[in-house]
């Protein structure tokens, strides 16, 4: 197997293969590319290829016209098949946090609704499993059913929390919703995802639709239970659902000045909040977006819709982060 160059605008250099996507080869190597979904599905890992050529593993499915013209490719998909030059920065607050397998058992199941679970995991108490507020885990089932969930919890607590939705026909969703009980054995793998707070000093503004409320809580607790964070900016929570008893979380800290805004897509009479698309109510109100980071987690619709808009309101391109929730396979 041909051992292939790549090379990054920070002048940090790792090998890569034919055979392997840029972004698992990074994550061998100890660097860490901006990824979520994993898929061709979400976009987040687009990186811009400076020199060189590569192939398409996966299909790279939310790639535009404009991007190929720009020389964008999904580092997920790609594979280099000569010397690489890319830009891509390598994320070097995740050194360091370790990928690893660990058994775990139910704690505690709650029933928010007929449509929402909550499920708090207990680890093994020599764990030590290290993760940053907002990336996600792979939780590995009955049969070895794999699905993916961010983290609701902070990593201070001990313990796992997760918000899960039934899906109409899971095989997964069978198992939480109809079959989960207390101190049953699963696995988890994890972290991973990119998706987690860069600088906590900026205004910063929450998007979310349904369970992708989840990364946030844990990034907002995280805060709140900072005793070295002292909030220098706006904080605004925007949180998206389509019927008022999704609202299952009603936020409350300690010293965190959060404006939060429930909004509801599909308006009823009695609905006493904002109704419509998170990101067109954000964009609604005022904001400073020069000095305004913005974190989007939920439907990939939304956060393309939100990429978009915010760009094009003078939001800059490297303070938009996102976290997307695409269709398991």
């Known amino acids: 197997m041909s051992r292939l160059s790549i090379n990054t605008h920070e002048a940090k250099q790792f090998v890569g293969s034919a055979t392997e996507t840029i972004l698992d080869s990074a994550l061998k190597s100890g660097l860490v590319f901006e990824y979520s979904c994993k898929t061709g599905q979400c976009g987040v890992c687009k990186i811009k290829v400076m020199s060189g050529e590569v192939i398409e ?97 902070t990593a201070s607590q001990g313990e796992i929390n997760l918000v899960i939705k039934r899906f109409e026909n899971g095989k997964m969703s069978e198992y939480w919703f109809n079959q989960a009980k207390d101190n049953d054995l699963l696995r988890l793998e994890g972290p991973k995802g990119t998706f987690f707070l860069r600088d906590g000093n900026e205004d910063l503004i929450f998007l979310a639709t349904g369970t992708g409320i989840a990364p946030i809580m844990s990034i907002l607790y995280g805060l709140d239970s900072d005793a070295d964070f002292v909030q220098c900016g706006k904080i605004s929570l925007y949180w998206g659902n389509r019927h008022p008893d999704d609202f299952f979380w009603q936020p409350s800290f300690k010293k965190l000045k959060v404006a939060v805004n429930q909004v509801l897509s599909r308006p009823t009479e009695d609905w006493p909040h904002q109704t419509g698309y998170v990101q067109k109510v954000a964009l609604m109100t005022e904001h400073n977006l020069a000095q305004t980071a913005v974190y989007a987690c939920g439907s990939n619709m939304m956060i393309q819709s939100a990429h978009e808009s915010f760009l094009a309101a003078g939001l800059a391109e490297n303070k938009f982060y996102s976290d997307a929730f695409v269709q398991s396979y």
């Open 57 to 153: 593993l996966k299909a790279q499915l939310v790639l535009t016209e404009q991007d190929k013209l720009s020389n964008k490719v999904l580092s997920c998909c790609c594979a280099p098949t000569t010397d690489l030059s890319i830009e891509a920065e390598d994320l070097s607050a995740l050194h360091g946090i370790e990928i690893k397998t660990i058994p775990c058992r139910i704690k505690q199941l709650t029933r928010y609704s007929d449509e929402l679970v909550g499920v708090t995991l207990r680890l093994p108490p020599t764990a030590e499993f290290k993760f940053l507020e907002g990336q996600y885990i792979d939780v590995i089932g009955p049969n070895t059913i794999r699905r993916s969930y961010s983290v609701a919890s």
